[in-house]
């Protein structure tokens, strides 16, 4: 049999939950990647549609949140005829393999996991969909057995229970999966937001993607600035504005510019520019699919018969594994 393109590529998978626009940190920290990426790789790309539910709690949010971010992933250059486009809900496997994980890991196990303590800490009562998310995150990554899960620094942990998980069940049952790596881009694993923390949805700092021109303008006039003086030699590295500025331009020549004391004011409309021209072409794209409901649903129709047919052979694996079927 002649082999085909998938049969000899590495596969990549990733995922964004639509909670919220996607901001100029998740482009960089992760979706560019997918797009980088989608040649060199079998690429599947979800939309995390179940883990949203644990933070998006009403059924016309949740229809609009998932079409804006099927929107978003078009835009951004993402190739439906490439790549694997698919609604985390339209493939049951995902749930399913997750029940068989969670009857392998122990209570103790999942209390570690970063979003569960900081509920925790803030006094807050985790549903059990919060407290169980690192496994139906293994469960979506290891039913593709990728090689590759591009995330940005805060997934580190949920790579890692993936990995666990995987060891887990591999030792004992078979080994019926790969143990996935993460792969984090070191200069922009944490970008920062206006504020200097991360750049969050949860932390209202963010720079949108594909916010209006108005949008943007607010978005970057709040980014934080010290108060040195124009002209004032800086280092650009400490400097909020600069980091999210060189996602944009990483000219040298802009560097030299915040060396030798570029007003913010001045910086703050170059960047401004720079992001709306950047953003332009997606735009467009955005439009095109915007504009041809019927062409996205078919993508995403096609994207769930594919990532169906992978994740059901897995999960039919596993359950011989354990002895539900014979
Ligand atoms: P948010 O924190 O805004 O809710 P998500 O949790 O939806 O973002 O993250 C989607 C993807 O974007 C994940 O891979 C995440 O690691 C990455 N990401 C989110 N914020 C940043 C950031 N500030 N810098 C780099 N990557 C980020
Ligand atoms: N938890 C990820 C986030 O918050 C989204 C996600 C869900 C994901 N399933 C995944 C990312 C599988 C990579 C692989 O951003």
């Known amino acids: 049999?002649?082999?085909?393109?998938?049969?000899?590529?590495?596969?990549?998978?990733?995922?964004?939950?639509?909670?919220?626009?996607?901001?100029?940190?998740?482009?960089?920290?992760?979706?560019?990647?997918?797009?980088?990426?989608?040649?060199?790789?079998?690429?599947?790309?979800?939309?995390?549609?179940?883990?949203?539910?644990?933070?998006?709690?009403?059924?016309?949010?949740?229809?609009?949140?998932?079409?804006?971010?099927?929107?978003?992933?078009?835009?951004?250059?993402?190739?439906?005829?490439?790549?694997?486009?698919?609604?985390?809900?339209?493939?049951?496997?995902?749930t399913s393999l997750t029940w068989i994980f969670d009857t392998l890991v122990t209570v103790p196990f999942m209390m570690r996991a970063h979003a569960y303590k900081d509920a925790i800490a803030k006094d807050l009562e985790p549903s059990m969909g919060l407290f169980n998310y690192p496994v139906l995150m293994a469960s979506d990554i290891l039913l593709y057995d990728p090689e590759i899960v591009p995330v940005g620094k805060d997934q580190k942990q949920h790579i890692e229970y993936a990995r666990d998980i995987a060891l887990k069940f591999n030792n004992q049952y078979e080994e019926l999966f790969k143990l996935p790596e993460e792969l984090i881009v070191a200069d922009v694993e944490t970008v920062p937001g206006t504020d200097g923390q991360k750049m969050s949805k949860s932390y209202g700092n963010t720079v949108p993607l594909f916010g209006t021109d108005e949008e943007i303008t607010k978005a970057v006039m709040s980014i934080t600035t010290d108060s040195k003086g124009k002209d004032e030699e800086k280092n650009p590295d400490d400097m909020v504005l600069y980091q999210i500025h060189k996602l944009f331009n990483s000219s040298e020549e802009l560097r030299s510019q915040y060396t030798k004391g570029l007003g913010y004011g001045d910086a703050k409309k170059?960047?401004?520019?720079?992001?709306?021209?950047?953003?332009?072409?997606?735009?467009?794209?955005?439009?095109?699919?915007?504009?041809?409901?019927?062409?996205?649903?078919?993508?995403?129709?096609?994207?769930?018969?594919?990532?169906?047919?992978?994740?059901?052979?897995?999960?039919?694996?596993?359950?011989?594994?354990?002895?539900?079927t014979s």
């Open 1 to 94: 049999m002649q082999s085909t393109a998938s049969d000899t590529k590495k596969r990549l998978l990733s995922g964004v939950k639509p909670t919220g626009r996607p901001h100029v940190g998740n482009y960089f920290g992760a979706m560019k990647q997918f797009v980088d990426l989608q040649e060199k790789y079998e690429t599947f790309v979800m939309i995390a549609d179940l883990h949203a539910l644990n933070f998006i709690q009403n059924k016309d949010e949740m229809k609009t949140l998932t079409h804006e971010l099927v929107l978003d992933y078009l835009a951004i250059g993402l190739d439906p005829k490439k790549i694997t486009l698919f609604k985390q809900s339209s493939v049951p496997a995902h």
């Open 270 to 324: 170059m960047l401004i520019k720079d992001i709306i021209d950047f953003v332009t072409p997606m735009r467009e794209r955005r439009k095109k699919y915007e504009d041809d409901p019927k062409l996205v649903e078919e993508i995403l129709l096609q994207g769930a018969i594919k990532a169906n047919d992978v994740a059901m052979k897995k999960l039919q694996a596993v359950y011989g594994a354990v002895g539900l």
